[in-house]
């Protein structure tokens, strides 16, 4: 039977991780050893292999000792809380877009977040503990608002952008409003379905420089060497201005949500976005 020993652990990391964390003293083989790791970049990172240091109980006599595997770990952008104002400003893109295409009422259906109140049909309602809202013809043709992001080549423009497209595209997508999103390596189109906020913030974990795909997009995203320029409607904007002051949350109990493989999301109470 092979008896538990001291030892030192050492992992070997890639760019990204916080290395000095990853050096600790530990008795090793009774049980799995636990450690936690920071992330603090974006991307695609290695971790191992580990190298432990034995040592006898008297502290006489030490072994190296290295293992084989390694892993890989996709670091999600961070996503930021939005002010409360600018979701409204970014819903208002869906609701205008809706009101100038519809054409003629379609249906009564039950309400759901994100729907005008200008919609309820109060006689329906009245007579029904639920809101009961009208749906016409167009709104279940497309609803999406369009999200194009490109950076410059300068030294953390990409991780930015990345960084802003993540938290607005998201702050859409809590509010019900589906978001066609274009990057320079492809589009995609996200929704309330948990995978294809999954698949967002994949994208955005790798995702490099180059221009803006679709400059006639509801929402374009630019990051620059010293800031992210953020166009809504026409109108310039730094990406700073659309951020809250209280951080975002996330909806699970990792050491650090931006390396998740997984998505939930939730509306907090002050409208801060929650991935």
């Not at 040592?55 to 770990?73: F, I, K, N, P, Q």
């Not at 974990?205 to 620059?224: K, L, N």
Request: hydrophobic fraction near 40%; glycine fraction near 8%.
């Amino acid at each position: 039977m092979t008896r538990p020993f001291s030892g030192v652990v050492r992992e070997r990391v890639g760019d990204g991780l916080d290395a000095d964390r990853l050096v600790f003293e530990t008795v090793v083989g009774a049980t799995p050893v636990e450690y936690e790791v920071a992330y603090e970049s974006r991307g695609s990172h290695r971790l191992g292999p580990a190298e432990v240091t034995a040592r006898d109980v008297l502290g006489l006599a030490e072994v190296d000792l290295s293992t084989a595997e390694t892993t890989e770990v996709l670091v999600y952008p961070e996503v930021h809380a939005i002010a409360g104002w600018a979701r409204r400003d970014l819903r208002a893109l869906h609701e205008t877009g809706v009101h100038e295409e519809r054409r003629e009422f379609d249906r009564l259906r039950e309400y759901d977040r994100g729907d005008s109140l200008r919609d309820v049909h109060w006689k329906s309602t009245a007579k029904r503990d639920d809101l009961i809202v009208k749906e016409f013809s167009a709104e279940a043709e497309t609803e999406a608002v369009s999200v194009s992001a490109g950076a410059a080549a300068a030294p953390g423009a990409a991780d930015d952008m990345a960084e802003a497209t993540a938290s607005l595209v998201l702050a859409l997508v809590e509010d019900g409003v589906p978001v066609d999103v274009s990057l320079a390596d492809g589009t995609l189109t996200v929704t309330g379905e948990r995978g294809s906020q999954v698949r967002l913030l994949e994208r955005l974990a790798t995702v490099g420089p180059g221009r803006v795909a679709d400059a006639d997009a509801d929402v374009t995203v630019y990051g620059e060497a010293d800031r992210v320029r953020v166009t809504v409607a026409g109108e310039d904007h730094e990406f700073a201005e659309f951020r809250a002051q209280r951080p975002a949350t996330y909806g699970v109990s990792r050491p650090d949500p931006r390396a998740r493989r997984d998505a939930d999301g939730r509306e907090a109470d002050d409208g801060e976005v929650v991935a």
